[in-house]
């Protein structure tokens, strides 16, 4: 999936880094003796990483649709039966499309000569999207699926349906014309089954509440830079994933968010926020990621991190993220740090 923030392209420097601060605290644990907490999960990359490493995984975010993508990457293990998959992948793809609320509401042709005329997919893929997540939805209520099953077709259609849309990145926006990629007929790929510690939790909650709540040995902290909100640049996703023909609004038709919204993304708010989530983490390590043009300064996060324990920090070089080339700032890359705390 295109996501803003993914760690994908610097997950070996975040694991190296990880390995290096356990290594000179002298951790004697192995990755099985040990809870790895990806509290702002995302996509799954990182947690995803660590549980292929042995560790046992917490996930967690507040976006729906990351929670269904990551039930599926951290929860599902050898719990799933590929050629019962493989079945159930290639009966979506042989189904007939549907004018659903998705082609309605998304597409050209469901939207001509409405006050918004939207064109987010082309009709034939928003109406194969929608007779995918209607045929899932019934499924689940027969228990023709099980949860296991439900949470892998259901985190494949997300990730597959994104690689179709008609944007340049985000869900922000919709281009003027259909590109190359979007007038491609949509085909429903697996997600990888990847295989790992078997306790593995994922939530669904927000972090200032569930930190309070769980407990481990590494928490890993990769919250929203700034001020754009996750739940604004993925409603359409969020959409999909709940299926749940909400109230939409605007020129792009969003859904009502407030509930989704990140206080990490607020300038006046963030040190605070971040302040007490450090102070009720049970961790003995706490990383977090972040870089040279956050709303928290680097100073800021140093201030706070050191009044808990041990602080230092690693750094490297990240290419930015495609959707931000037109933003004011040209520089092509930006300053990725990885900051260490060990905690009394």
């Not at 990551?70 to 929860?75: A, G, L, P, Q, R």
Request: charged share 25%; with cysteine; glycine share 6%.
């Amino acid at each position: 999936m295109n996501y803003i923030g993914s760690k994908y392209s610097i997950v070996d420097f975040i694991k190296s880094s990880i390995d290096k601060t356990l290594k000179q605290n002298n951790e004697k644990r192995t990755p099985s003796e040990m809870v790895f907490a990806d509290l702002f999960a995302g996509t799954g990359v990182v947690s995803g990483s660590f549980k292929e490493l042995g560790y046992s995984i917490i996930a967690n975010d507040i976006q729906y649709y990351s929670y269904v993508v990551s039930k599926h990457m951290i929860e599902n293990n050898g719990n799933l039966d590929n050629d019962r998959c493989d079945y159930l992948i290639n009966e979506l793809n042989n189904i007939d499309g549907v004018e659903g609320f998705i082609y309605q509401n998304y597409s050209l042709g469901g939207t001509k000569g409405h006050e918004f005329e939207r064109m987010y997919f082309s009709d034939e893929n928003a109406q194969k999207c929608d007779a995918i997540r209607i045929k899932i939805e019934e499924w689940k209520k027969s228990d023709y699926i099980n949860e296991n099953e439900y949470y892998f077709l259901l985190g494949s259609l997300l990730n597959s349906i994104d690689k179709f849309a008609n944007t340049a990145s985000v869900y922000g926006a919709f281009l003027k014309s259909l590109k190359k990629s979007a007038l491609k007929p949509m085909v429903l790929t697996p997600l990888t089954i990847m295989h790992g510690a078997v306790e593995c939790k994922v939530y669904n909650e927000d972090i200032l509440e569930l930190i309070k709540t769980v407990k481990g040995d590494i928490l890993y902290l990769d919250p929203p830079y700034n001020a754009r909100q996750y739940c604004t640049n993925y409603h359409l996703l969020e959409t999909i994933a709940r299926y749940d023909s909400p109230e939409i609004y605007g020129k792009t038709g969003l859904r009502e968010y407030s509930a989704q919204k990140s206080v990490f993304c607020n300038k006046s708010k963030v040190a605070q926020a971040f302040n007490d989530l450090i102070k009720n983490a049970d961790f003995k390590y706490i990383f977090l990621s972040y870089n040279n043009e956050g709303l928290m300064s680097f100073d800021t996060i140093g201030k706070v991190m050191k009044k808990y324990g041990k602080y230092t920090y690693e750094l490297q070089e990240h290419k930015r993220f495609k959707a931000d080339n037109a933003r004011e700032s040209k520089a092509d890359k930006t300053v990725e740090y990885l900051h260490c705390l060990i905690k009394k």
